[in-house]
């Protein structure tokens, strides 16, 4: 079964949410636009919560968000449990997010790149493995409620 990956943006990502949208399915993943479905002015929160949870209790395994400079879309996201959004800019740092931080989240900052790095990153972000090992402590001291002093 094609694994299911929600994507959402606000208006300032939505132009690259539908290029990716088509991307996505072409490669043969189960694509779910959450929102927004226009370029009219929308509130980033409204819509990187609903997919953040959708990670964030197992529903599904990743998801992608975009909004203009992708900030404001990884604050919101990463308020939510075992959720590890990572705004990347380039594929190193895709690469990366996904080998030492195991980023179940890709953000990517529309106003920032063209569509064309978009596409990269997402595909880098996609098809790299978590390395584990040293990371995956790290990785798990994330998740405490009182972080070590
Ligand atoms: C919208 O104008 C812009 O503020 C938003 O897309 C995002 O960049 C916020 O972090």
Redesign the pocket.
Known sequence: MAERIPIAS?H??FEMKEKLKARLTALGYDVQDMGTSSEASTD?PDYAHPLAEEVSTGEVKRGVLL???G???SYAANRHAHVRAAVAWNADVARLARQHNDANILVLPA?CISEAEAETILQVWLDTPFEGGRHERRVEKIELEEPPK
């Open positions: 606000d300032a990502g980033y909004c203009g400079t900030l404001g879309m106003r």
